[in-house]
């Protein structure tokens, strides 16, 4: 399985991203998808996860303002950030868990400015 993300950049505090990871080499439906982060000098943490049945895990500091969706046609989620603020700054990392064996993306960069 390879992923590759997409739609990170620079952004005012307030705004708004919306991330997507595409999934490739499965003909299934990954199983699990969602996204980390890993901000400077940080360990990597969770953002979201969602898994096939439907079922999401969100971290407390994204939750009511973070949504994560999924394409399953195209084995591609989408991640909405809204309501960003500079605590949020971080490499974003998708993330795939696929009959138990984890997959990770390239990271791509969102930067929340005051």
């Known amino acids: 399985v390879q992923l590759q993300a997409s739609g990170g950049g620079l952004v005012r505090a307030g705004g708004s991203l919306r991330l997507s990871c595409a999934a490739s080499?499965?003909?299934?439906?990954?199983?699990?998808m969602g996204w980390y982060r890993q901000a400077p000098g940080k360990e990597r943490e969770l953002v979201v996860t969602l898994s096939a049945d439907g079922s999401t895990n969100y971290a407390d500091s994204g939750k009511g303002r973070f949504t994560i969706s999924r394409d399953s046609a195209r084995n591609t989620v989408y991640l909405q950030m809204n309501s960003l603020n500079p605590e949020d700054t971080a490499v974003y990392y998708c993330?795939?868990?696929?009959?138990?064996?984890?997959?990770w993306g390239q990271g791509t960069q969102v930067t929340v400015s005051s």
């Open positions: 993330y795939a868990r696929h009959y138990g064996v984890p997959y």
């Open positions: 080499g499965s003909r299934w439906l990954i199983n699990t």
